[in-house]
């Protein structure tokens, strides 16, 4: 059972569209964070999400976590070419800061 | 201000050798991360060590699996008899856990293991 779902698993649109991907999960967690990872590389945080019913806003990128901190999403706005990537989500369950679980990602291709 | 790294970046063998994969931390970090990621997933907790210890094994997939951290700063994963289903990116992080309200993660670029 994965603990953290992520949606859509591949998502290819076209330059300047938005899009939202989704992380849900039927866990509460202490705080969640979203990754963005590249062919050859480690996942690199953007951002971390702690309070139920949290925007955060990472210029173009904008990241809600849900009132029950159950779930989150991330809204891409005039999505560009160099927002291609894996994105993922990982929670860290109450009382377990010091552990993170991640979720599968969405691999997400922005077309020119 | 070197950021975390891992050696090999690349590692082939054949099925049934043992391997040794290097991460380095960022200096000053006690938290120490290893995962699996496998293609098309996310990465997989294997192991995390707090200082010298193992704070949390409970990821490590078998018995073939062993890592350690004798000095507080560098780990080495190790894998005995390995499987061709132990080929994956094995990747390395490290946190500073002190004084923060959530755990922000480093990564290493990762070490990509195929066993033939």
């Known amino acids: 059972t994965q603990l953290l779902e992520q949606s859509p698993q591949f998502l290819s649109i076209q330059e300047g569209e938005n899009l939202t991907v989704y992380c849900n999960s039927s866990?509460?967690?202490?705080?969640l964070q979203w990754y963005r990872q590249e062919p050859g590389e480690g996942p690199v945080l953007l951002v971390t999400v702690v309070t139920g019913g949290e925007v955060k806003k990472l210029k173009r990128l904008t990241f809600q976590f849900g009132d029950a901190r159950k779930d989150s999403s991330l809204h891409i706005t005039a999505a560009q070419p160099g927002d291609t990537g894996l994105y993922l989500c990982?929670?860290?369950?109450?009382?377990?800061?010091?552990?993170?679980?991640f979720g599968k990602g969405t691999r997400l291709h922005i077309l020119p | 201000g070197a950021g975390v790294s891992q050696t090999p970046s690349n590692k082939v063998t054949e099925k049934g050798k043992y391997v040794e994969l290097r991460c380095d931390p960022i200096s000053g970090h006690t938290a120490l991360y290893w995962y699996r990621q496998s293609l098309g997933q996310g990465p997989e907790f294997l192991i995390y060590?707090?200082?010298?210890?193992?704070?949390?094994d409970s990821g490590l997939p078998n018995d073939r699996f062993f890592a350690v951290r004798p000095e507080g700063s560098v780990s080495t994963l190790k894998i005995q008899r390995t499987e061709r289903g132990d080929s994956a990116v094995y990747l390395c992080?490290?946190?500073?856990?002190?004084?923060?309200?959530?755990?922000?993660?480093?990564f290493g670029p990762g070490t990509r293991l195929t066993v033939l």
């Open positions: 060590f707090q200082g010298t210890g193992a704070a949390d």
């Open positions: 866990s509460v967690f202490s705080s």
């Open positions: 992080a490290s946190s500073s856990l002190a004084g923060r309200s959530y755990n922000e993660q480093f």
């Open positions: 990982a929670g860290a369950k109450l009382n377990r800061d010091d552990k993170i679980i």
